[in-house]
């Protein structure tokens, strides 16, 4: 493709020649190809545009450059832009046609409850006959008939992504288009806004799911925070927001976009009344629609299942699916992955349920949900850690929450990265006084080997935090780490008769091996 069309008059400034071939986009001098547009990123710890008198040499046909380098001599053409990332986003999106334009996309947003909305919304839509894709944290999938197509995709920077980045989003829309797909829903992440990585697209509709604090160390501030969120509503037609958030008010202030309001008080377009907790049996309640009142159960057994069903059920409609159709769809409908995920473990006397939680108030909403429909004498033994390189300010607050509405918790490490799992640890405990309702383990494998071992009967195991995850990220990188897997092994060892602790020694005030 040619150069001027990649980026446009006015999007640049710089001199290109006509003719200029594009054979493909790069943004990683590991990985150019002869005939690329490169986009120069300046990063924590890399700017490439320390790169720019080696592209040459390589073969690399243009570069796209900060501002500050448009002077800069490279013997290629430099496009100087004030964003990159945005350039970047463009540029892409163009050379793999504009797919969004082919498509009818959703965009789903929110501190918590992004993947179960998401995935509840895109199993309605095909439900409802509209060949629908799903892009989100747990992967990429096709309608059912072919829900594995895409799964190749989600390898290399994009697998830990919730909102993939440009080289992997334009061409996965543009396959997922080439398949047939009409619709496709989308997690959008903060960091992903931000950096303008879906600045190109149209949303048809984008979803509100709520705010509590979260990668306070990216944005510095929840307003920062909420201003990230913001952008996917100015590039949408509809915005279907929660409206028991404190935050949803400030969220929709000056939106020009059609509003549907969701809640379960005040004066929503969809409410939600008469909820029953059902136990493991999932939740019920009564929906007051636009069309009229409908009886919604769900089989997923947690309190937040009301509002992110409530969600999907207004987003379906608002796409056109009548909504007898999606109720019956969610009446049926499967766990989300690692999502209140509950785990087959055969005829043990005690339940194992994964869960995502990362933040206090998923945490809290959690460990809320299950006592609600735990039977007397029933333990809550809780698992978890904090991620490392993140917003540290949760840390103790987890802990306070876990100590308040856990019977026992098992302290433990959560993808560390560059930190010190112990400190973590620490600064988890912080938040915690009572010694006698906590155990620390810092390997997360032998934390869950012992809770399995230690189980007693009746006892609701939750281990949160890596939900779908089935990878662990440390100082050396990152290896695989499946929790059903992990799950399944001790089970056999526990029934095997390695019931004692053997050499993975822990003790309640703290240490640990």
């Not at 924590?44 to 720019?52: C, Q, R, T």
Request: aromatic share 6%.
């Amino acid at each position: 493709m040619e150069l001027n069309r990649l980026l446009l008059p006015g999007e640049y400034e710089g001199e290109i020649g006509n003719g200029i071939e594009i054979t493909g986009i790069s943004n990683d001098g590991r990985r150019i190809a002869p005939g690329d547009l490169f986009i120069c990123h300046k990063g924590e710890k890399f700017d490439a545009h320390a790169l720019l008198p080696t592209l040459s040499a390589a073969g690399v046909a243009a570069a796209v450059v900060s501002d500050e380098h448009g002077k800069d001599t490279a013997g290629i053409p430099l496009l100087a832009v004030e964003d990159t990332r945005r350039a970047e986003a463009y540029a892409v999106s163009r050379f793999y046609g504009s797919p969004g334009d082919r498509l009818t996309l959703i965009g789903v947003t929110g501190t918590n409850g992004k993947t179960s909305v998401s995935t509840m919304l895109w199993r309605v839509l095909n439900d409802a006959g509209i060949k629908t894709g799903l892009i989100g944290t747990t992967g990429y999938r096709g309608a059912p008939e072919n829900e594995n197509a895409f799964i190749s995709f989600k390898t290399g920077e994009a697998a830990t992504m919730t909102t993939p980045p440009p080289l992997t989003l334009y061409p996965l829309l543009a396959a997922m288009a080439d398949e047939g797909i009409t619709h496709v829903v989308m997690e959008a992440s903060s960091q992903a806004l931000a950096v303008s990585r879906v600045a190109p697209l149209f949303f048809s509709a984008a979803v509100f799911t709520n705010l509590t604090p979260e990668h306070l160390d990216y944005h510095r501030a929840m307003n920062d925070y909420l201003a990230a969120k913001k952008i996917l509503f100015r590039q949408a037609g509809i915005a279907v927001v929660n409206g028991d958030s404190p935050w949803t008010d400030l969220l929709l202030d000056g939106l020009s976009c059609r509003r549907v309001v969701c809640g379960t008080f005040g004066s929503c377009d969809f409410t939600a009344s008469e909820i029953v907790p059902n136990g493991n049996a999932g939740v019920s309640y009564l929906c007051k629609t636009p069309e009229g009142r409908f009886h919604v159960s769900v089989p997923i057994p947690a309190s937040f299942t009301v509002t992110n069903s409530l969600l999907a059920l207004a987003t379906a409609h608002a796409l056109g699916v009548g909504i007898d159709s999606a109720v019956g769809t969610l009446a049926h409908i499967p766990a989300v992955p690692g999502r209140m995920e509950a785990i087959d473990v055969g005829e043990s006397p005690f339940s194992v349920i994964i869960d995502y939680a990362h933040t206090e108030a998923a945490l809290r909403s959690l460990l809320s949900s299950v006592r609600a429909f735990r039977r007397p004498g029933q333990r809550i033994v809780l698992l978890f850690g904090c991620g490392g390189d993140r917003d540290p300010g949760k840390r103790s607050e987890m802990g306070r929450t876990a100590e308040e509405l856990a019977d026992f918790t098992v302290v433990t490490s959560d993808n560390s990265r560059n930190e010190d799992p112990k400190k973590i640890i620490a600064a988890i405990l912080s938040g915690m006084s009572r010694t006698d309702k906590r155990r620390v383990v810092v390997d997360r494998r032998r934390a869950i080997e012992y809770v399995i071992r230690t189980a007693k009967a009746g006892d609701i195991i939750l281990l949160v935090g890596k939900g779908h995850e089935k990878y662990e990220i440390d100082g050396k990188g990152v290896r695989e780490f499946d929790e059903k897997k992990i799950v399944v092994e001790a089970l056999e060892a526990r029934r095997n008769g390695h019931t004692t602790e053997g050499t993975n020694r822990a003790d309640r005030n703290g240490r640990a091996d």
